[in-house]
């Protein structure tokens, strides 16, 4: 899968995108998540606050009850805010 990452998630993590292989009993976007935060303290600290983060699986806004799958574009980003 395709993990995408914008904004001050991008900078925190210090990449943009990487791909990875989908892990063992990962099926939805809580898990991912939960998954993520264990990768090191980059990805600990972007998802501390997961309510501070967006997800949208294949372009489309995502809930944590979301399924992904292996095949899957994951971005990740801050709310937008307008002004």
Excluded: C
Excluded at 20 to 41: C, E, I, N
Excluded at 56 to 76: G, R
């Amino acid at each position: 899968m395709k993990l995408l990452y914008f904004s001050w998630v991008r900078e925190r993590i210090g990449r943009d995108e990487e791909d990875v292989a989908l892990p063992d009993g990962v099926t939805s976007v809580g898990a991912l998540l939960g998954w993520l935060a264990s990768r090191g303290p980059d990805y600990a600290a972007v998802l501390e606050n997961r309510s501070a983060i967006r997800v949208a699986v294949n372009q489309d806004y995502a809930d944590d009850a979301h399924p992904v799958s292996s095949t899957d574009e994951i971005a990740l980003f801050p709310p937008v805010t307008g002004g």
